[in-house]
C-alpha cells in the first residue's frame, strides 16, 4: 500500500523558515518523481515543486527562490525547505507522487498546515 506522510509544517512569522518532510512507502521511491503541492483556503491545489529521478528540479514561480527540494532515496523521504515565508504561502501542504510518464500525481499524503502570520 502506497503512503505518503507529511510533518513538519507549523505556524511562522513572515520571514521565517520551515522544512516540510513526507515520508513514503510501498513502492519504489527511487523510481518516481515526486512533488508539493499545496492549497490554501477557498482556492484549488497549487503545484510547487518537483524532483524527478534524474535529480532536476522544477519550481512554481511564486516559490522561485525561496524554496528547495530535496530528497533521500536511501531513507525513502522527500523534503522542502521554505525560507523567507510570506503569508500568502499560508496553505496545506501536500507530498504527491508524479504518475509515470503523464502529468498528475496519483498519491497524495494527508497534508501538513503551514500558516504564515504575524
Known amino acids: 500500500e502506497v503512503q505518503l506522510v507529511e510533518s513538519g509544517g507549523g505556524m511562522v512569522q513572515p520571514g521565517g523558515s520551515l522544512r516540510l518532510s513526507c515520508a513514503a512507502s510501498g513502492f519504489t521511491f527511487s523510481s518516481y518523481d515526486m512533488s508539493w503541492v499545496r492549497q490554501a483556503p477557498g482556492k484549488g491545489p497549487e503545484w510547487v515543486s518537483v524532483?524527478?529521478?534524474?535529480?532536476?528540479?522544477y519550481y512554481a514561480d511564486s516559490v522561485k527562490g525561496r524554496f528547495t527540494i530535496s530528497r533521500d532515496n536511501a531513507k525513502n523521504m522527500l523534503y522542502l525547505q521554505m525560507n523567507k515565508l510570506k503569508p500568502e504561502d499560508t496553505a496545506l501542504y501536500y507530498c504527491a507522487r508524479e504518475i509515470t510518464g503523464s502529468d498528475g500525481n496519483d498519491y497524495w499524503g494527508q497534508g501538513t498546515q503551514v500558516t504564515v502570520s504575524s
Open positions: 524532483f524527478n529521478i534524474d535529480s532536476s528540479t
